[in-house]
Structures are given as structure tokens and as C-alpha cells.
């Protein structure tokens, strides 16, 4: 409650412009795994790779939708919704142990891995000059994710639910056409971490329409008595801005 009590002090002393406007960002692309590793419970159950000891089982299409809504030329908020579930498939050569099951080796094993991600900013340009902008704020996630393991009709999965602050930056360049960014969420420290950045630019098609392109990263996880987990994954992404 506390990063809630800064986040509106924060948001009410910077509040100075009349003049709002709305924005509508939707983002789509390429996912390149370089790890998700797994263990559960951390102490007594067995550690294993979905991009090593699986394979991906389909096609993996993420979709991240925000809701920005900006007052004057500094003050920024937004509402992202970010589904991602992955499946995957693989016959292990060894005995997994996870959660109060044990998977025996050379089974089919089919894995699911879920992280959706809900996300409340607020970000303020602290450097604003004709073409440069530099901004910082916060983030409020709120994370829905899941791991199962399932082998005939044996299942079993662990959840969780949980609310992690952030921080949140964006430095930027823009032009009357086009424009590059560097933006994201990010946080370490602890028994986890959380990074989700975007390196990338627009171009202005029609007044009010932009198309994106980029590289984004997402990496994290955390290494605590329940739960062991690390995931990397990159998105070669496209998307489109529309601007009210």
C-alpha cells in the first residue's frame, strides 16, 4: 500500500497541464526463448528447462494492448494488459519431481507456462527540448502466473498471484515523422528481479496513426522457498499508435 500512497502524492504534485489526450498502443511480433528454467519446490524438487529438456509445442503469439492517457506534454499514465502462454512438449530423460508429483523419465510431458502481466504507470518527463524527452515514473504490475506439467492423467501446477512495483523510464527522440525510444519497466534486488524493455521507434503514417517496430526483452523470475524461476525471452515486435 505504501508504493500506492508515493504513486498518487507523486502524481498530485505533478499535475500542472489542462490539456489531456488519449492514446491506444497494440503490439504483436516474434518470440525467441533463450531460457526458462524451473524448479518446484525450490528445495526438494527438480530443477529442468523447457527451452532445454522440451521443445516449444506451437506457434507463440503474444499481444500486449495499452491505454495511454496524457496530460499536457509531461504527465503520462497508462494501463498495459500483456497475456503470454507458452506451450511445450518433450519426453525428459530423467525423473521430475515438481510440486507433490514425480514425472518419470521418457514420458510424454506436456508443459504449460503462463504470465500475464497487468500494469498501472505513471511517468513524468523530468528533460523535454525540441526533439529530446527523458522521463521517469512507476509502475504498479500485477503478475497472473502459472507453470503445470501434465503426463497422461497426471497433473500438476503451481500459481501465483502477486503485486510487484517497478520502475519505469522512457528516453526518447522524435521528429515530425518518426521517432526512436528506449522505454521499460525494470526492477532487481533480492531473492528476484523483473526487466521488460523496448528498444525501437514509429513512424507517423496519418495524423493520429503511428506504426511501431523493435526489440523488446523480458527477463526475470525469482529464487524463493517455493519457487525457482528464471525465464529470457525476446520479441521481434510490430505494433500500431493510435493517438486521439
Sequence with gaps: MRFFYILIVFV???????????????????????YNDV??????????????????GGNVIPIRLRVNYSIGDMNHFSFLFAPLNIDYQGEPPFDIQ???????????????????????????DLLRSENWSFGLGL?????????????GTIRDNKSDLGF?????TKIAREEEKWSV?????????????????FIGGTYLLVDGFSV??????????ADIDEVYNFTMIHFAS??????L
Excluded at 524448479?39 to 516449444?56: A, Q, Y
Design 139 to 151: 509502475t504498479a504490475k500485477v503478475r497472473d502466473a502459472l507453470i503445470r506439467l501434465t503426463t
Design 181 to 197: 525510444f528506449l522505454k521499460g519497466d525494470a526492477l532487481a534486488g533480492g531473492p528476484g528481479r523483473a526487466i521488460d524493455v
Design 39 to 56: 524448479r518446484i519446490p525450490n528445495e526438494t524438487g527438480t530443477l529442468f528447462s523447457f527451452t532445454d529438456d522440451f521443445k516449444s
Design 98 to 124: 515438481f510440486q507433490q508429483t514425480l514425472f518419470e523419465a521418457g514420458k510424454p510431458i506436456f508443459g504449460f507456462y503462463k504470465f500475464n502481466s497487468y500494469r498501472l504507470t505513471y511517468r513524468r
Design 212 to 221: 511501431k517496430a523493435g526489440y523488446r526483452i523480458l527477463e526475470g523470475g
Design 164 to 168: 510487484v512495483p517497478l520502475l519505469h
Design 238 to 243: 510490430l505494433g500500431a499508435i493510435w493517438e
Design 12 to 34: 498530485f504534485f505533478s499535475l500542472n497541464e489542462l490539456s489531456a489526450q488519449w492514446g491506444f498502443d497494440i503490439e504483436s511480433g516474434l518470440v525467441f526463448q533463450s
